[in-house]
């Protein structure tokens, strides 16, 4: 069964620090990977995109790895700020009938305290 | 501005009353799609189209019914809903990503909270 998962469930973090959040996948025939930013209330929003010739890709402070072989993903925030304060969601993309079909993990939810 | 607009954003009803949820995107996107999140689960695919009068289900389709009968409306309905189908939707539009190493942005709508009593 395709499935992704995320670790750790939540994090606390002080304003400025850094952190990583991990995404493990077992999802086959591999498309994309895609990490969201997610805010209380709101519709997800789009960070980073990975096809699998890619290993890294930043978005200003958020910074995705991809290995493909190992089917794991991390998502790096440098120097946080409140506003990263949301719930990131990991996306693979499965190609599936023509199309690709998305599969979601559970999200971590991140809190960045002052 | 580009963007997925649902309605309601907050619905409160009761168990048997139909109600439909409205969404529409101005972007053009062959693709859309419905999904619910719950506490703890990722987001679960509904329904989807692939465009016009295409439609298919998606993980848990049981209980929503969908239409689409223009390429820039996905209404979402629930004929008699019931307290599992309270959670909070979610629906989102992209071009279609066809193949390997293709990929397009998937735009989502600002959710529509539902309960149901």
């Known amino acids: 069964k395709n499935q992704v998962e995320q670790s750790p469930q939540s994090l606390i973090i002080l304003e400025g620090k850094n952190c990583t959040l991990q995404?493990?996948?077992?999802?086959?025939?591999?498309?994309?990977l895609r990490w969201y930013k997610q805010d209380t209330g709101r519709g997800p929003v789009s960070l980073t995109i990975m096809t699998f010739s890619e290993n890294t890709k930043s978005n200003g402070r958020y910074t995705a790895t991809l290995d493909a072989d190992t089917k794991q993903s991390s998502l790096h925030i440098t120097a946080s700020q409140l506003s990263d304060s949301a719930s990131y969601i990991c996306?693979?993309?499965?190609?599936?009938?023509?199309?690709?079909?998305?599969?979601f993990g559970a999200g971590t939810r991140l809190a960045v305290h002052p | 501005e580009a963007q997925v607009t649902q309605n309601p954003r907050y619905l409160i009803t009761v168990t048997g009353k139909k109600l439909t949820v409205t969404c529409s995107q101005n972007?053009?996107?062959?693709?859309m799609s419905w999904y619910r999140q719950d506490p703890g689960l990722g987001l679960r695919q509904i329904y989807y189209?692939?465009?016009?009068?295409?439609?298919d289900k998606g993980d848990v389709p049981e209980g929503y019914k969908v239409s689409r009968k223009e390429k820039r409306n996905f209404p979402l309905i629930l004929e008699s809903p019931s307290p599992n189908q309270t959670s909070l939707y979610f629906c989102?539009?992209?071009?279609?990503?066809?193949?390997?190493?293709?990929?397009?942005?998937?735009?989502f709508g600002p959710g529509t909270r539902l309960t149901v009593t």
């Open positions: 989102a539009s992209s071009l279609i990503p066809r193949g390997s190493g293709i990929s397009y942005e998937q735009y």
């Open positions: 189209s692939m465009n016009v009068e295409v439609t």
């Open positions: 995404c493990n996948y077992t999802v086959s025939p591999f498309s994309n």
């Open positions: 996306v693979v993309s499965e190609t599936s009938g023509g199309y690709n079909k998305l599969i």
């Open positions: 972007m053009n996107h062959e693709y």
